[in-house]
């Protein structure tokens, strides 16, 4: 049986300025923040679609780029256009005319119609590219031809007075959507279960011919934000047939797992996401082989541990340590340390989430911290034990965990 994906495009939606990340974001786009020890954020919706059988893919980019066209470029180079395989690019550039910038969501499709339109697609699924999830895309194309929709909707099942920061379905003993209501008080729970809710998770699945169409009206609407959330997604609610397709059926898991889904949108998200990955049996299973997450992959030696001196050596607990990593008489404990992090003697790293080509020097003692790539810890930094002294020189969170940027090194160096 031909899958449906075959006959389908993923227009992935990676132009965010990911602003509640804070300085992680000052110098990248939300979804080329790093994640999980070796990938970005960006890997999983490709991966998801590369997994479900998409070979079609565009990525629309936008602010502060480079590293998201430079990783995707480096680590996403096998496509083959011989084989009807794209990879493109779609940095938003004047192509129609008017305003230089996507000026919402649909309208970042709506400036690339004939890229689309090259690709000769029966169907489009309009992915975000800054979540963490693994999931199978065919079985939301399956439902959405089955059923007949004009749109179908990727939803999250969560507790009812969780979906308070969502969007909010409400739907019939169907599945068919009869309201969208975004951010609600008191939002709607299911037909089945009055106490749980149906949250958007920004993924639609639409025929190219009927996107088409609304894409037009909507470019000609001058009180459109020319938005999908805001815009086209209400007014398929109120006029034609929407569907909520639930996260739980396509979720990629191991059975009795969870469905895991998550926005690691802000500083202690991101944090709390990467340790969890260093649990004995975490939620989101990195080791998959069925579904593995695509990513570039730097040519480094395996990650190294020396010095066996008391307090003076190079050991990992309940931790993940990637390759280049060389960690020399430092322990570390409940941490996660993205690719080349070096760590020098005496040393202390607990639960911190380590970002690419850091240097720890000395004697550092850093908890519950979030250390940016490429930055230099001084000799004897002690940060995670006084948190009225971190937050004078380090962005310190509600939850209590640290961020530490090379910027604010050089802001605590000047003041010794």
């Known amino acids: 049986m031909e899958r449906l994906t075959q006959r389908s495009m993923a227009f992935v939606l990676a132009g965010g300025r990911g602003s509640r990340l804070k300085e992680l974001t000052d110098r990248r786009v939300k979804p080329a923040v790093y994640f999980g020890g070796k990938t970005r ?15 079609k893919i565009a990525l629309a980019t936008q602010y502060k780029a480079h590293s998201l066209i430079r990783h995707c470029q480096r680590g996403w180079n096998f496509f083959r256009a011989e084989r009807n395989e794209f990879l493109d690019i779609l940095p938003a550039s004047q192509r129609m005319g008017g305003e230089a910038w996507y000026r ?59 979906a308070t920061a969502f969007g909010v379905m409400a739907v019939d003993d169907n599945g068919q959507i009869t309201d969208f209501l975004e951010k609600p008080a008191d939002p709607p729970g299911t037909p089945d279960d009055p106490d749980v809710a149906l949250a958007s998770m920004g993924i639609y699945v639409f025929s190219w011919k009927l996107l088409r169409e609304l894409l037009l009206k909507d470019a000609d609407d001058p009180d459109s934000s020319h938005d999908f959330g805001n815009d086209l997604i209400p007014d398929l609610v109120k006029n034609g047939k929407a569907i909520a397709h639930r996260f739980d059926i396509s979720c990629v898991r191991d059975a009795g797992a969870p469905a895991y889904w998550k926005d690691v949108g802000t500083v202690d998200a991101f944090w709390e996401a990467n340790i969890d990955l260093t649990n004995f049996t975490p939620d989101l299973d990195l080791w998959d082989t069925k579904w593995p997450i695509w990513t570039y992959s730097e040519g480094v030696p395996p990650a190294k541990f020396i010095h066996d001196e008391r307090d003076r050596r190079g050991v990992a607990i309940s931790s993940m340590v990637s390759g280049g990593c060389i960690i020399s008489g430092t322990e570390v404990r409940n941490s996660l340390l993205f690719t080349q992090v070096h760590t020098n003697s005496y040393a202390v790293l607990d639960h911190a989430v380590v970002l690419p080509h850091v240097v720890v020097h000395r004697s550092a003692r850093l908890r519950k911290v979030v250390i940016d790539s490429g930055v230099e810890v001084p000799e004897g930094l002690v940060v995670g034990e006084d ?3 971190d937050q004078e020189f380090f962005r310190v969170t509600e939850k209590g965990v640290t961020l530490i940027t090379q910027p604010m090194i050089e802001k605590w160096k000047a003041a010794q």
Do not use: W
């Open 104 to 162: 919402g969501t649909a309208d970042a499709v709506t400036q690339n119609f004939d890229i689309v339109d090259d690709y000769d697609v029966d169907y489009v699924i309009i992915l975000a590219g800054d979540h963490i999830y693994k999931m199978d895309y065919e079985i939301m194309l399956r439902q959405h031809v089955e059923t007949g929709a004009d749109v179908t909707i990727g939803c999250l099942t969560v507790p009812r007075m969780e």
């Open 41 to 55: 954020i960006v890997d999983f919706a490709l991966s998801n679609a590369m997994n479900s059988g998409i070979r």
């Open 387 to 389: 948190p009225l002294v």
